[in-house]
């Protein structure tokens, strides 16, 4: 069975700081999919990332980065010099790499950013 | 290229009654997947419809059940609603296939109230 722990149940940062939000994950598969979406109050989720397991280079888009380690089964995600605009609930998630389009997913992490 | 679309937005129904929620996929898109929200249990998979087949089923009992259409639309319902049943559903549509095609794109989702 698929697993995603998000431990960090919400993070509170003040404007231009650098925040981390933590993804451990378990599966049996051994080709599998990583994800990280994003939830804002609207309530649509908003892909923000996929990651291949055969893939562990680390990836940075802007102010995003991610960090994949499958040694210790985590696929971290760092927003750099946050804005209020970030302020949503991120949601790491896992699949199989078939195509059925299952995702489970972690409880997320509430990020909070105040001016 | 319009996105996932969801209707309705917000309902309100009593116990007992039995509701029908809509979604229609980006176009191309032949993958539907379902997901309840809750603040309890986070977001759980319902089912996913692929080319009008329900190709997987999550851990939900009988009373909920979908449909997917030739043009991809796929329709939820779920009879003799209980209490616990209010929860934000979410639909997502993806390519279905494997690979750098399989990523879901989520809609808005409905927000069912039952009283």
């Known amino acids: 069975a698929q697993k995603v722990t998000q431990a960090q149940t919400e993070i509170s940062v003040v404007e231009k700081e650098d925040v981390t939000l933590d993804c451990v994950y378990e599966?049996?598969?051994?080709?599998?999919?990583l994800f990280w979406y994003k939830q804002p109050p609207s309530g649509e989720l908003v892909f923000l990332i996929r990651?291949?397991?055969?893939?562990?280079q680390n990836e940075i888009s802007g102010r995003y980065s991610w960090n994949f380690q499958k040694s210790t089964s985590s696929f971290n995600f760092t927003i750099t010099a946050s804005q209020v605009v970030d302020s949503a609930v991120y949601f790491c998630?896992?699949?199989?790499?078939?195509?059925?389009?299952?995702?489970?997913f972690g409880k997320g992490t509430m990020l909070l950013v105040s001016p | 290229k319009a996105g996932v679309t969801q209707t309705p937005r917000y309902l309100i129904k009593t116990r007992g009654q039995q509701v029908t929620l809509s979604c229609s996929p980006i176009?191309?898109?032949?993958?539907v997947s379902w997901y309840q929200q809750t603040p309890g249990q986070g977001l759980q998979f319902l089912f996913e419809?692929?080319?009008?087949?329900?190709?997987n089923k999550g851990n939900f009992p009988g009373r909920f059940s979908g449909r997917q259409f030739s043009n991809s639309r796929s329709e939820m319902n779920v009879s003799t609603l209980e209490l616990g049943d209010s929860a934000l559903y979410l639909c997502?549509?993806?390519?279905?296939?494997?690979?750098?095609?399989?990523?879901?794109?989520f809609g808005a989702g409905t927000r069912l109230s039952v009283l």
């Open positions: 419809y692929f080319s009008e087949t329900q190709r």
């Open positions: 990651r291949n397991s055969f893939d562990e």
């Open positions: 599966t049996r598969d051994t080709t599998y999919y």
């Open positions: 176009s191309g898109h032949r993958s």
């Open positions: 997502a549509s993806s390519w279905g296939t494997s690979g750098n095609k399989n990523i879901q794109y």
């Open positions: 998630a896992l699949s199989e790499a078939t195509g059925y389009s299952t995702l489970t």
